[in-house]
């Protein structure tokens, strides 16, 4: 029998992942909501397939987004995913005990560890395992924060004690080095953006030595090195956008004060 839980999810053209994230939640919840900001490929149709309540939404930015999607739900537990993640065996089961242990009445929220595919294999080490997520919450309880035009950054709040779920959530976020290195090209953008607008003084120290303690934490303190040569490109790609990051706020800070802003 379903829970009394909503899946909650917000797309733009992700049919070749959608399938994958909705199967993982089959004849586990009540509900299933898509708010989707504007696909052109097949996403709709995956959604139907999975009679999932499919509603289009202007892009309001990632937090808005997602509060609305759960205003949307109906249901008084909400499991938020996004369309390239899929909930492992374990976590399934896991999600299942939540409910018929009541754990439901002694929490308002639970987390779990995500877990990478990355470069034909999962990374169980490093910077990247285990990336603790609480995805699993109380409606009432559970509000989604972040700046309106940020790519990243948003998180979920939520007010009451929690627990941990067994299993994994697996993240199936890049394809490929290049889809990796595109994609943090704009978080640099980001950065650089948000460390001006908080007006936050560029440190070359931060730029020189944040690199090097990056790759030292995911490789040698977090064991990225039993990740095989994929650790090793993460530890090495870690720090290199750590001081792209630095470098980019420090070219936003003299443009800025060439534009005699």
């Given at each position: 029998m379903p829970y009394p839980l909503s899946i909650a999810i917000i797309s733009k053209n992700e049919e070749a992942n959608l399938r994958r994230c909705l199967a993982s939640t089959a004849g586990l919840a009540e509900e299933i909501?898509?708010?989707?900001?504007?696909?052109?490929?097949?996403?709709?149709?995956?959604?139907?397939?999975?009679?999932?309540?499919?509603?289009?939404?202007?892009?309001?930015?990632?937090?808005?987004?997602?509060?609305?999607?759960n205003d949307l739900c109906s249901q008084p537990w909400i499991l938020a995913l996004d369309c390239d993640e899929e909930l492992s065996p374990e976590l399934r089961k896991s999600i299942?005990?939540?409910?018929?242990?009541?754990?439901?009445?002694?929490?308002?929220?639970?987390?779990?560890?995500?877990?990478?595919?990355?470069?034909?294999?999962?990374?169980?080490?490093?910077?990247?395992?285990?990336?603790?997520?609480?995805?699993?919450f109380f409606k009432e309880k559970g509000r989604?924060?972040?700046?309106?035009?940020?790519?990243?950054?948003?998180?979920?709040?939520?007010?009451?004690?929690?627990?941990?779920?067994?299993?994994?959530?697996y993240h199936y976020s890049f394809t490929d080095m290049r889809h990796y290195l595109d994609k943090h090209l704009g978080y640099t953008d980001v950065f650089a953006e948000h460390e001006l607008a908080e007006g936050r003084g560029w440190s070359l120290v931060d730029a020189l030595f944040r690199p090097w303690w990056r790759f030292f934490r995911a490789y040698v303190l977090r064991r990225g090195f039993l990740d095989g040569f994929p650790g090793f490109w993460i530890a090495i790609a870690t720090a290199f956008f750590t001081f792209m990051r630095y470098s980019r706020a420090y070219e936003a800070k003299v443009s800025h004060r060439k534009a005699g802003v």
């Open positions: 909501v898509i708010v989707d900001s504007g696909s052109t490929d097949g996403t709709a149709a995956v959604a139907a397939e999975f009679e999932a309540l499919f509603i289009t939404k202007p892009w309001m930015g990632f937090a808005a987004q997602k509060n609305h999607c299942q005990s939540f409910f018929e242990s009541g754990d439901d009445r002694r929490y308002v929220a639970a987390w779990m560890a995500r877990r990478v595919w990355f470069l034909g294999r999962w990374i169980r080490h490093g910077d990247w395992y285990p990336d603790k997520k609480v995805r699993l989604w924060e972040g700046h309106a035009n940020s790519q990243v950054h948003e998180r979920l709040v939520v007010d009451g004690p929690h627990t941990q779920l067994k299993g994994d959530l």
